[in-house]
Every structure is written in structure tokens, then in C-alpha cells.
């Protein structure tokens, strides 16, 4: 999520270059696209996740949407109409969607009993202190030229997709209650 944050704070930015004066109505229209479709998937996913009683169902989702998620950046530097982007604000969405839920899921199943706010706050400090670490970098880069702005949102989709393959590293780990907690309901 870290490395989306820093491209949805610089993506409205980057569409100026390429898509012009109509930017402001092209990037809420895509916003608009992304919520939707966001918003109407997360209960059918929920529902697949929730009646298999293993995590891996969770952790296979949660990679396939991470892929997702990452896809559509690599595209950016071929952007040239709003068609595009709103195509693109679909595969996110899709792939937004295949996160939100496992990803919540997983979180909250291993949290430490009696720890889960500093747990979850934990999370959250890494994430924005690195965030804003990256993001000033990516800023002082992508703004010497539009070829490093390209590169840099190339870049952040390919690292948005390798989340993925960390996440599917979770699986290595036996002693995730996750893990445990799938293996006791199985029949």
C-alpha cells in the first residue's frame, strides 16, 4: 500500500502532462470509476474468502491483487486519452478489491491478544514514515524530467506488484494463527 499511496499523491500530477486541460474532471471520473467498482466487489469477495476455512485462500487473493493493483503503472507512460485511464482505474479497482478484504483479514487474525492497537498502530507508523520518505524521493526524481516521472511510476507498479510476492511469503510462516486456526475447521 505504501508504494500506492505515493502514486495516487502524484497521479493527478503526472495525468496533467499527459492528458492536459481536462484533468481535474478526467481524474474524478476515474476516481469515481475506481470507488464503484472497488466498493461493489468487496461483498462477493468477501463471501469466496469467508466460506474456505484455510488462509491460503486469503493469501492467493491478496497476490493476484497486488499483481493487479501494480498492472495498470506500467501502462502510464503510454497514456494519451482518458479512455485509457479510466481502462486502467478498472484493472486497479479489480485488483483493490482482491486486497482490502484478505489483507484486512489476515491482519486482524494474527494480531497479538491483548496488543491489537499497537499492533495495528505499529503498521500504520511504518507505513507513513516510510511513505513520506519515499515520496519526497520519488517527487525530487520524477520531477527532472517526464522520463523519470515515467520511470518512476513504472517503477512504483512493478514494486506495488512484488508486494504481492511478499505477501505470498506468508505462507512459509507455520506459527501464523492464520495458519493454525484454518488447519482446525478443515474437515
Same mark, same amino acid.
Given at each position: ?13 503526472? /495525468? ?15 476516481? #469515481? ?13 468477501? +463471501?469466496?474468502?469467508?466460506?474456505? +476455512? ?45 486486497? /482490502? ?73 507455520? +506459527?501464523?494463527?492464520? #495458519?493454525?486456526?484454518?488447519? +482446525?475447521?478443515?474437515?
Amino acid at each position: 500500500w505504501g508504494f500506492y499511496l505515493i502514486i495516487a499523491t502524484l497521479s493527478g500530477i503526472y /495525468l496533467e502532462g499527459k492528458l492536459g486541460e481536462d484533468i481535474v474532471k478526467i481524474v474524478g471520473i476515474g476516481g #469515481a470509476i475506481y470507488y464503484v467498482i472497488r466498493g461493489l466487489l468487496q461483498i462477493p469477495i468477501s +463471501k469466496v474468502l469467508d466460506r474456505m +476455512k484455510s488462509d491460503r485462500d486469503e493469501i492467493t487473493v491478496l497476490t493476484f491483487g497486488c499483481m493487479l493493483m501494480g498492472l495498470p503503472f506500467l501502462f502510464y507512460p503510454a497514456i494519451s486519452s482518458a479512455w485509457q485511464y479510466y481502462l486502467l482505474q478498472i484493472i486497479f479497482s479489480f485488483g483493490v478489491a482482491m486486497n /482490502l478484504n484478505p489483507w484486512r483479514k489476515l491482519f486482524a487474525t494474527n494480531l497479538q491478544s491483548g496488543s491489537e492497537a499497537r499492533e495495528y498502530a505499529v503498521y500504520d507508523m511504518i507505513n507513513s514514515l516510510f511513505v513520506a520518505l519515499a515520496i519526497f524521493f520519488v517527487g525530487q526524481i520524477a520531477n527532472i524530467s517526464q522520463f523519470y516521472f515515467d520511470l518512476m511510476m513504472v517503477t512504483l507498479g512493478i514494486l506495488v506488484m512484488t508486494g504481492g510476492l511478499w505477501a505470498s511469503l506468508v505462507l512459509t510462516d507455520k +506459527k501464523r494463527k492464520s #495458519a493454525k486456526l484454518g488447519h +482446525k475447521n478443515l474437515p
